[in-house]
């Protein structure tokens, strides 16, 4: 899923439009845009502009072109405001340069990788047959008594649910998919623990073993508390908000709290595009593979009835990946086929380039 980001939101009041920026490391991670307007958008390797819709994903080097009448206002990753006036044509970076003052810098994440994983990312958690861990995977929690949630194994009537580390060996029954730990014994922060969950016919989540965890310290608490309450002092939509909180919570590796807060907003708010397309990421990220499909084909709808082309290819681009992680090569091609489409309607020869490379290895 995947993929840490600069997150930007983008509003209109009136005929100015105002940017909310969260950043990562790097001039070549991606920001997210979201805006109401007319922006149009180029990327390095597109022959043309093209107007994106919010939100959208862009990069540093990525050239941002206001309409007349309409000036931009950004909100960047050092927490200071900048503008770009009505009819101006300027790079990412350069409306918000990265600083050694920025306070959301992303990180790795801070539990290693399951043994014959990629990137954290595993196999078992393909597999429907098993009570794979859902949450927290692969994450720190905010929590000392965090939601436990894994798959649900048809034909299953209860699950045996452990948690393990140091000086906790928790366990209980449990005929639900979703539990709260109990706090005792407690987790210390700072430190590794496993979940395991078992079926009462004998499915084990052992098998993937994607369940580690750790408890954010209490600095690092502090610190994305302060963060978050500073966001919400700009009354942003529930969108952006959600959007540059999930931001927040990656870069602390907080991928439980990030995929909640996008579930529960596409839950009580209009799904966007850009939502449903963070939730697919993070699901990979974490290596939910099988559970990234399905806000990938939705941002894919949603894209389609917008008829935005750069966002249709990329969601096919994620749909393809799914497919490749799933050993699914036929399906792989197809939706990178499609993608390759896109691109040529965005002119990106250099990303045309990259697929049919992808596509030539699979058949």
Avoid at 215 to 226: D, G, R, T, Y
């Amino acid at each position: 899923m995947k993929k840490l980001r600069l997150y930007i939101a983008l509003f209109l009041t009136t005929s100015i439009l105002t940017i909310v920026a969260i950043p990562t490391v790097a001039i070549e991670t991606p920001f997210h845009v979201m805006f109401l307007g007319k922006v149009e958008l180029k990327k390095p390797d597109w022959s043309k502009y093209h107007q994106i819709k919010a939100p959208a994903m862009l990069r540093g080097q990525d050239i941002v072109r206001t309409s007349r009448g309409t000036a931009a206002k950004f909100y960047c990753s050092d927490l200071k405001v900048r503008e770009l006036e009505t009819n101006q044509t300027r790079e990412i970076k350069k409306v918000c340069p990265p600083t050694s003052r920025q306070q959301l810098v992303s990180g790795r994440s801070k539990i290693a990788p399951t043994r014959g994983t990629r990137g954290g990312a595993s196999r078992g958690a393909n597999n429907p047959t098993i009570p794979y861990i859902i949450s927290p995977r692969n994450t720190s929690v905010l929590a000392e008594r965090p939601v436990l949630r894994w798959n649900r194994v048809e034909g299953a009537n209860s699950y045996t649910v452990e948690v393990q580390g140091p000086e906790v060996n928790w366990k209980t029954k449990t005929s639900s998919t979703e539990i709260v730990y109990p706090g005792s014994p407690p987790l210390k922060k700072g430190l590794v623990y496993q979940l395991i969950v078992v079926a009462d016919n004998g499915a084990s989540s052992r098998s993937e073993r994607g369940g580690r965890f750790s408890v954010l310290s209490s600095p690092e608490v502090q610190q994305v508390q302060a963060t978050a309450s500073q966001l919400k002092q700009h009354q942003l939509t529930s969108e952006a908000e959600a959007l540059a909180l999930a931001n927040i919570y990656i870069n602390k590796n907080l991928n439980a709290e990030a995929i909640e807060l996008l579930e529960d907003t596409i839950e009580r708010n209009t799904p966007s595009i850009a939502l449903y397309q963070n939730l697919g990421d993070i699901y990979r990220q974490v290596g939910l593979n099988l559970l990234a499909t399905k806000p990938y084909l939705e941002a894919l709808k949603l894209a389609e009835a917008e008829e935005d082309v750069a966002r249709m290819a990329a969601a096919q681009v994620s749909l393809g990946e799914v497919e490749m992680s799933l050993g699914n090569k036929d399906e792989a091609v197809q939706w990178l086929e499609k993608a390759v489409a896109g691109y040529r309607q965005l002119g990106d020869s250099k990303k045309i380039s990259q697929l049919q490379r992808q596509i030539s290895r699979l058949i």
